[in-house]
């Protein structure tokens, strides 16, 4: 138990003596807050010798006992039971018989009653912090019967606190971030401690806060526990993290009080307040003259103490590029600057650059007042001498030819050169890849190109080749250049007619109707534009049916003379009319528009034009010639369908051999009855092999169909073919179409009772062949007498 104080001590008395004042029997206890005090009814009043009028007036007469809360301290260990409290009843006179019960929570256990006395002592030390007061009931009852005197009533002992709890952080260990270069008390976080002493009795859950470790750079507010910076300028990039140790003491903070510590991770975050510094005031980087665009010539490096988006910089050449040759990009994960290329260097234009570069913070601390953020360095660039491949005067040549131009005519020239100090000579080649069919070649030498082949514009209007430029020392050394080629037009397609035409003309036409509008295409394509001329042939000139009249638009109008056109007459005219171009030298074409006769309605719509010219004289539409049509392909099938149907009747009802069944031996688990067996086979199905798939076997059976092999030749008694003999009547048998095959073998446990023939199952009888009797087979007509015969021989035989 920790050393007390002297304060504490008093507390301690103080309680001592309110628990003497509250137990003693032998005062009365005035009401107060908190208490309550109670008389039994009827009974005289609980007072105690000495006390005065105006005390006894202010008791109740309900209970013949009286007691107020009462109280004990917590943690008490004495070698004896505190005593917590008495009590007392009138009826409790010295010579009655009576005891004191106690009931409730902690009776017996923790708290024992004196039935004689009625004194409560704890039995066990407390603790407030895991139960504060506890609620039991007394009653006082007959020492011998146990009956009730008076009505239970219930009281309440509260255990009172000492500061047995220190305080503790139950959040703790904190962490904590605050910007670094923060002002003096800007606060970092707050801590919070916990008690678990009672509040509200004296001073043992008032806590008070200090700091144990982490000055001077940080300070705590005794009472609301907030830690604050205390020291100015503190620089993340010197210390970026601190220990702070918290203290809570209770009691005030006073001597004797119980104490708790936690410690607090002060991270101090980073602002952007130190500028890019580059390693180095110069660069040198030595690019050769071929470097491809885009590629990495060197790298520079600006280095910040910050992090992060702070410490991220952009790069920038701000002298010495006026051409705009270079560039520099910001690698995002290295941070270094990349220098490359934006357009090619020659090292024979300039031999060397000298560039100022500048790093710069992308970002910047409105607040901070450390300068500009950026930096500045210089680079020397060494342009390096490379073979360069040949380079062309242009980068795509644009040549005209006419189609009519002769072979091995100059179309134009492409010329290349060394950009080396060396130059070397170059050669000119066609890249064959882009001139399949080997229309134009060039010469190595001077890079003219020629025409190899006739040219057709109308076929292909434009040619683009690629021609390289080789160098002669060094062949890997290739250029190329694009080369467009257009193939100028001549006059050579006469015009023709845009499309084919075939006009109509009805009989009942006007004289100048428009039959047809006819217009013309040319594949030349002349600067002018197209002009065409239209006339009849000469030898149609005076045409007595038809004429043309220009349409001033490049198409003219087909007119007929007369209207006494009839198709009996002449269904179909030819009208030839030649068209001629505006080119130099101009070309025509003669061409024939066929005109047909049809005839038309009221209106001038074409009804019919061919067939129906034939027709109307016998008075027929051409409805009604379709209907008849139909009916006579109608009756042709219904004749066709009979014919087929009386020739599949008419089949014989002779199995072809692909179709023989009659090695097909049905069993069935379950045998039928003899003739009295109508459900064993349908006859009909077996005299009929084509319908054996559509044979529905017994329901209460299942057939298995199994093929028997014919066996092989063998003699019978005397020497007879059993074999040749059955196959003759079996086919006998097949061709009777009355009978049923009779290789179709049934085999009935049970005949029936209506049978004269007997058991026809021989298969499963029991008997041996010697045991057979065939004499029956002569009863069943001529066609079997001579098989009983002869199995009848074979017996005797084998009996002999």
């Known amino acids: 138990m920790p050393k007390w104080s002297e304060e504490m001590l008093m507390d301690l008395w103080m309680s001592l003596l309110l628990v003497w004042i509250t137990c003693v029997p032998c005062v009365s206890m005035t009401p107060i807050i908190g208490q309550s005090i109670s008389t039994q009814t009827g009974g005289s009043a609980a007072v105690a010798s000495g006390l005065g009028e105006g005390q006894r007036l202010l008791s109740r007469a309900k209970r013949g006992w009286v007691w107020n809360q009462m109280f004990v301290l917590e943690e008490f260990s004495g070698p004896d039971p505190i005593l917590v409290g008495r009590l007392h009843t009138d009826l409790d006179v010295g010579n009655k018989n009576i005891k004191y019960v106690l009931a409730g929570e902690g009776a017996g256990t923790i708290f024992a009653i004196n039935e004689l006395t009625g004194d409560i002592h704890a039995m066990k030390r407390l603790d407030r912090e895991e139960k504060a007061e506890y609620t039991l009931t007394a009653q006082v009852v007959n020492a011998d019967t146990d009956e009730p005197l008076e009505p239970p009533s219930e009281f309440i002992i509260k255990v009172q606190d000492i500061n047995d709890n220190p305080p503790q952080f139950i959040e703790g260990p904190y962490h904590a971030a605050v910007p670094e270069m923060s002002a003096v008390g800007t606060p970092v976080t707050r801590v919070t401690a916990t008690d678990a002493d009672d509040p509200v009795y004296g001073n043992s859950a008032k806590l008070v806060y200090s700091i144990l470790e982490g000055q001077p750079y940080f300070s705590v507010d005794p009472n609301s526990a907030t830690i604050k910076i205390a020291l100015h300028g503190m620089d993340r990039e010197m210390r970026e993290e601190y220990l702070v140790v918290i203290q809570a003491k209770d009691m005030g903070g006073h001597m004797g009080g ?16 130190n500028p890019p510094k580059f390693s180095k005031s110069l660069y040198e980087f030595v690019i050769p003259e071929d470097l491809p665009i885009g590629k990495m010539g060197g790298k520079v490096k600006a280095n910040d103490r910050d992090i992060g988006e702070n410490g991220k910089s952009t790069y920038n050449i701000i002298e010495g590029d006026e051409q705009g040759l270079f560039e520099i990009v910001t690698d995002t994960q290295t941070q270094e600057g990349i220098l490359q290329l934006k357009k090619p260097i020659d090292y024979e234009s300039k031999r060397a650059y000298t ?40 980068p795509m040549y644009l040549l005209e030819v006419n189609e009519n131009a002769p072979i091995n005519t100059v179309i134009g020239t492409v010329t290349a050169r060394d950009p080396d100090s060396t130059g070397s000579l170059v050669r000119y080649f066609i890249d064959r890849h882009t001139d399949l069919e080997r229309q134009f070649n060039i010469n190595v030498d001077n890079g003219k190109i020629t025409l190899a082949k006739p040219l057709d514009r109308e076929t292909d209007m434009w040619h683009n080749i690629t021609v390289t430029a080789t160098e002669v020392r060094n062949h890997s050394q290739i250029s190329r250049a694009i080369v467009a080629i257009r193939v100028m037009d001549i006059n050579d397609n006469a015009p023709e007619f845009a499309t084919e035409y075939e006009a109509f003309l009805c009989e009942n036409g006007k004289p100048g109707q428009v039959i047809q509008t006819v217009s013309a295409v040319d594949k030349d394509d002349p600067i002018q534009g197209h002009y065409f001329d239209y006339r009849l042939v000469p030898e149609m000139l005076n045409n007595p049916n038809f004429t043309i009249k220009n349409n001033q638009d490049n198409s003219i109008s087909v007119l007929a003379k007369h209207d006494t056109f009839r198709r009996q007459k002449q269904e179909m005219y030819f009208l030839p009319i030649i068209v001629t171009d505006n080119g130099n030298p101009p070309m025509s074409s003669t ?9 038309c309605s009221k209106d001038g719509i074409v009804q019919s034009c061919n067939v129906e010219a034939y027709v109307l004289p016998i008075g027929l539409s051409m409805g009604a010639l379709i209907a008849i049509l139909a009916c006579i392909i109608l009756l042709l099938v219904i004749v066709v369908l009979f014919v087929t149907l009386r020739r599949h009747k008419n089949e014989p009802l002779i199995i072809k051999d692909d179709e023989d069944v009659r090695e097909n031996i049905i069993r069935y688990d379950d045998e039928g009855g003899g003739e009295e067996d109508t459900e064993a086979f349908d006859i009909a199905t077996l005299q009929n092999p084509d319908g054996i798939n559509g044979y529905l076997p017994r329901k209460d059976i299942k057939p298995d169909l199994q093929f028997m092999p014919r066996a092989g030749q063998h003699s019978g008694p005397n020497g007879v073919d059993v074999d040749e003999f059955i196959n003759v009547r079996l086919h006998e048998a097949d061709n009777d179409p009355t009978a049923p095959p009779y290789d179709s073998i049934q085999i009935y446990g049970y005949e029936g009772r209506g049978s004269i023939a007997g058991s026809l199952s021989s298969l499963e009888t029991a008997s041996s062949d010697s045991d057979q009797n065939y004499d029956y087979l002569r009863e069943w007509g001529p066609r079997f007498r001579r098989l009983g015969e002869l199995y009848s021989v074979g017996e005797s035989d084998r009996e002999t």
């Not at 119980?258 to 307040?273: A, F, K, P, Y």
């Open 355 to 394: 560039l100022k570069v500048e790093a710069t913070n992308i970002r910047a601390e409105p607040s901070s007042s450390g300068g500009p953020f950026k930096d500045t360095a210089t680079v020397k660039i060494v342009v390096e001498d490379s073979d360069e491949p040949p380079v062309f005067s242009k």
């Open 258 to 273: 119980l104490s708790g510590t936690t410690t607090v991770t002060v991270t101090l975050t980073d602002i952007n307040d």
């Open 591 to 599: 061409n024939t528009l066929t005109i047909r006769v049809c005839g």
